[in-house]
């Protein structure tokens, strides 16, 4: 049975209120939310000795989310990571997007979802999001109708269920942005963790961190997560792959398809685990390369510092609009988006 409370989260710079709501399940675990961004602050969830620990990073008030340029625990729309060139066609219209990082579009803009007030209400165990997405906004075309929806059980599992539909033909591409640390998200590097990705191929990746349209095995590389592998061991190997990223920051191709345990997530001192499902076709793999320890400050007033935290960003293939042979982000009038994507927190046995 999950509780859900409600209370005040500061406010934006234009004046407007931000609330935090609280998804707490019967064993007292519980997860932290934001109607700004529809960010998770906090998960709350237990260590192999029972004690409750945050695995999530964040910040203590609505003005660090307002003011981060990471992401950190957002959702992220109309389009999750990177636009060659930051244009698209559609039919035989091109749409021309901003520049956000270096030539290409990012995360959905200068002002993506990630930096939208949505509305938010809880529904019975559920929390609801919706956010109403005018044609044009960002360059992208159509108005999209986004409605999110946070579950967290009392198996510690925390679902995002995404829907969407728009007037007209359109991009949607939608993910969050959570950075975990199984260890607690004050404990430092997660280069000690312990990774197991179930994909046999990877997206292969520029200098700018755009796929090229071509798909390689990830067997003989630091990528080959296939079985479990410390993110530590590899990660400053001269492999052109993690040198263009400066770790790992590479979209995988999970084996099967439908709804599918896509990786697992070791905490090598908390014993924690996370477990993660989901329908989509990719899953990224960030390893936090560019948390520098710059302003704003994280919960407590700590940096946020390299590699403090990871993600693990379900997702239509980066780049895939370039890409023909990858699946298309494209949604059709008419036609329903609806994608969903589990984390699931345990205990190593």
Not at 164 to 172: Q, Y
Request: charged share 25%; net charge neutral; proline share 3%.
């Amino acid at each position: 049975m999950t509780n859900i409370t409600k209370k005040s989260f500061g406010k934006l710079s234009d004046g407007r209120e931000v609330s935090l709501f609280t998804l707490k399940n019967s064993s007292g675990a519980y997860v932290e939310i934001t109607d700004f961004g529809g960010a998770i602050r906090s998960i709350v969830v237990p260590d192999k000795s029972g004690k409750l620990g945050d695995v999530a990073l964040g910040y203590d008030s609505v003005e660090g989310y307002e003011r981060q340029n990471k992401y950190i625990g957002a959702l992220i729309g109309r389009h999750g990571n990177r636009i060659e060139n930051a244009e698209f066609k559609l039919g035989r219209r091109k749409y021309v997007l901003e520049k956000n990082d270096g030539r290409n579009s990012l995360h959905g803009g200068r002002r993506g979802f990630d930096k939208r007030l949505w509305t938010a209400l809880p529904d019975g165990e559920s929390l609801v999001l919706k956010y109403f997405s005018p044609d044009g906004e960002e360059g992208f075309p159509g108005n999209l109708s986004v409605t999110v929806r946070y579950r967290f059980d009392d198996s510690n599992a925390l679902s995002i269920e995404y829907f969407a539909e728009c007037d007209s033909e359109t991009v949607c591409n939608l993910t969050n942005h959570c950075y975990f640390n199984l260890n607690g998200e004050a404990s430092g590097s997660i280069e000690g963790h312990l990774l197991k990705i179930n994909a046999t191929h990877f997206t292969v990746g520029n200098s700018e961190c755009l796929p090229t349209g071509y798909v390689a095995k990830v067997e003989g590389t630091p990528l080959d997560f296939t079985d479990f592998h410390v993110i530590g061991e590899r990660i400053a190997q001269k492999h052109e792959q993690l040198v263009f990223a400066g770790g790992y920051d590479h979209n995988f191709c999970p084996d099967g398809e439908g709804f599918r345990l896509m990786a697992v997530l070791r905490g090598e001192k908390s014993g924690r685990t996370m477990e993660v499902y989901s329908d989509l076709p990719g899953i990224q793999f960030y390893s936090g390369n560019s948390l520098d320890g710059t302003a704003p400050n994280g919960k407590g007033g700590r940096k946020i510092s390299r590699r403090d935290g990871l993600c693990l960003e379900t997702q239509f293939y980066p780049n895939s609009l370039a890409h023909k042979n990858f699946a298309q982000p494209i949604l059709k009038k008419g036609e329903i988006y609806r994608h969903a994507t589990v984390y699931r927190f345990g205990v190593e046995k």
